[in-house]
């Protein structure tokens, strides 16, 4: 085995689209060669945050300096807040200003901020340019960098505005998240767990077996992630644009996301935050329409607290708005149609399924309840 050779490869099957997620301990050391080979002759936009741009950019530039790579910075604010019309446009300016070309690379080198931001970007500029995804943080290894949904957040409601915009490749390199900070890696573990509690009972097993070695680093982390990313790609091959089965990928953020725009995108609560109060609320609120067993729910709370999550409203940091103004939010979601809400309920762990024509007076009346 190379130095070099990746610890797993998945797979995106996409026709024309279709990419590789490269996970190694050292995806971006490698990075050089392996773009160069890719991308013969390009030069290269990379957009981090201040907080990446300290722990990993180094490494990226000097691996592009060492293959010969031209490249450029664009350094943005840490933070859900920097999804923004403001930050949009200073990228698309910057990419501008160093004349990146169409043919030319934006690498996304960060958190899922980063890469819904760069994507977005990536998807407009010059009318659509490349772009390449290296996650930094664990939910970005797991979810965000896979699949090619990018956007900002809008004063409506979170990720209101964006395009499908799927990355040339992925990498995800492990020894990174070695600087992420705990709760960020918390935040992330949410997301993973996720994908046992839509269709994969075993794996959410697995995780509540191995939590404290994919925590601390061990070899179940490489696995962990691989497998998300082979979810994660099987789901968006099927249905790229969510006209169907995708939406199973929204379990727990129909709730989560209205908490985050009522916590103002704050760091009061983390995206991976809200999706782990949300979960456990989609399974308590179908534990209420006598869909699942409480069982399921206690279970499911019970693993997402003990990796350091909050899981109830009254985890989050000082006061929530009133129910009508979370239900203002839930009405901006994404999945509504024709007026009617589509949640995403669950039959148990590892059965999910999607549920339209809810009715927001049991949504409101769910929330009353609980708080
Ligand atoms: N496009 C999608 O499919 C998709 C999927 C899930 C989530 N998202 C979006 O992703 C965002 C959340 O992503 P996130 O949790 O990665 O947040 P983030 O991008 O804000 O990163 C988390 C924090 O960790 C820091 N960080 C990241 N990597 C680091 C590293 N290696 N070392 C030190 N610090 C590091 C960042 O600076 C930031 O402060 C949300 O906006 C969410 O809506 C998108
Ligand atoms: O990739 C998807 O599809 C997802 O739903 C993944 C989610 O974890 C992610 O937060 C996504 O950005 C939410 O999408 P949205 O369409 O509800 O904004
Ligand atoms: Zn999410």
Redesign the pocket.
């Given at each position: 085995m190379s130095e070099h050779t990746p610890l797993h490869t998945v797979h995106v099957p996409l026709g024309d689209r279709a990419y590789d997620i490269v996970i190694a301990p050292d995806a971006i050391q490698s990075a050089g060669p392996r773009l160069a080979a890719m991308f013969p002759g390009a030069r290269y936009g990379i957009v981090t945050?201040?907080?990446?741009a300290?722990?990993?950019l180094p490494r990226l530039t000097a691996s592009l300096d060492a293959a010969g790579l031209g490249h450029t910075e664009i350094v943005v604010s840490?933070?859900?807040a920097?999804?923004s019309w403001t930050n949009l446009q200073s990228v698309v300016e910057a990419i501008m200003a160093a004349r990146l070309e169409r043919t030319d690379i934006l690498i996304a080198l960060?958190?899922?901020?980063?890469?819904?931001l760069a994507?977005f970007a990536a998807s407009i500029v010059r009318r659509g340019m490349d772009f390449v995804q290296i996650?930094?943080?664990?939910?970005?290894q797991v979810?965000?960098?896979?699949?090619?949904?990018?956007?900002i957040?809008s004063a409506h409601g979170?990720?209101l505005v964006g395009a499908f915009h799927q990355p040339r490749l992925v990498l995800a390199d492990l020894s990174?998240?070695?600087?992420?900070?705990p709760r960020?890696f918390a935040?992330?573990y949410a997301?993973l767990a996720k994908y046992g509690l839509i269709d994969d009972e075993e794996l959410f097993f697995w995780l509540e077996a191995n939590y404290r070695d994919i925590e601390a680093g061990g070899p179940a982390r490489g696995e962990a992630i691989a497998r998300a990313c082979a979810a994660k790609a099987r789901v968006v091959a099927a249905d790229e644009k969510e006209t169907g089965d995708r939406a199973l990928?929204n379990l727990g953020h129909t709730f989560g996301h209205a908490l985050?725009k009522a916590t103002g995108y704050s760091d009061r609560l983390?995206?991976?935050e809200g999706v782990a109060i949300g979960m456990v609320l989609a399974y308590r609120f179908s534990a209420k329409l006598g869909l699942a067993p409480s069982q399921d729910a206690g279970r499911v709370q019970a693993h997402l607290k003990n990796a350091g999550l909050p899981t109830t409203l009254a985890d989050i940091s000082g006061d929530l708005p009133p129910t009508q103004m979370l239900m203002d939010a839930i009405a901006q979601d994404k999945k509504v149609s024709r007026g009617q809400l589509t949640f995403i309920l669950t039959r148990g762990i590892g059965k999910a399924f999607i549920e339209k024509n809810i009715d927001p007076e049991a949504v409101a009346t769910f929330l009353e309840d609980i708080r």
């Open positions: 945050d201040e907080n990446v300290k722990a990993q840490a933070g859900e920097t999804k960060g958190g899922g901020v980063i890469g819904d994507g996650p930094t943080s664990l939910l970005a979810d965000s960098s896979v699949g090619g949904k990018t956007g957040n979170k990720n990174a998240l070695q600087t992420l900070p960020q935040a992330g997301e990928l985050e983390l995206h991976g």
